[in-house]
């Protein structure tokens, strides 16, 4: 088993930054890939940012050149810098873990709330 544990959510105005950590603790082997998506209220959980273990990153079309993600392997956590924040940027983010053979888990989610 594999537990995730975010932090870092809160408030914050439009065009502030934020930054989400998740740390990952129990069955840490076969990492394929680390991210964080978002569910907003009414909407589907959409991919926000997602690294692998070489390192390779992708992002949804609506954070790129705002939102940084990055993987620290030794601590096994994974940060989401998230700058010029937008009131649409207001979710739940949730820390996803991706191993080799598929298994998947999720943290429990961080409320992010952009005001305008």
């Known amino acids: 088993q594999v537990q995730l544990v975010e932090s870092g959510g809160g408030l914050v105005q439009a065009g502030g930054s934020l930054r989400l950590s998740c740390a990952a603790s129990?069955?840490?082997?076969?990492?394929?890939?680390m991210g964080w998506y978002r569910q907003a209220p009414g909407k589907q959980r959409e991919l926000v940012a997602r690294?692998?273990?070489?390192?390779?990153?992708n992002y949804a079309d609506s954070v790129k050149g705002r939102f940084t993600i990055s993987r620290e392997n030794a601590k096994n956590t994974v940060h989401l810098q998230m700058n010029s924040l937008k009131p649409e940027d207001t979710a739940v983010y949730y820390c996803?873990?991706?191993?080799?053979?598929?298994?998947?888990?999720w943290g429990q989610g961080t409320q992010v709330t952009v005001s305008s």
């Open positions: 690294i692998t273990s070489g390192g390779s990153t």
């Open positions: 996803n873990l991706v191993k080799w053979l598929g298994e998947e888990y």
């Open positions: 129990g069955s840490i082997f076969s990492i394929a890939t």
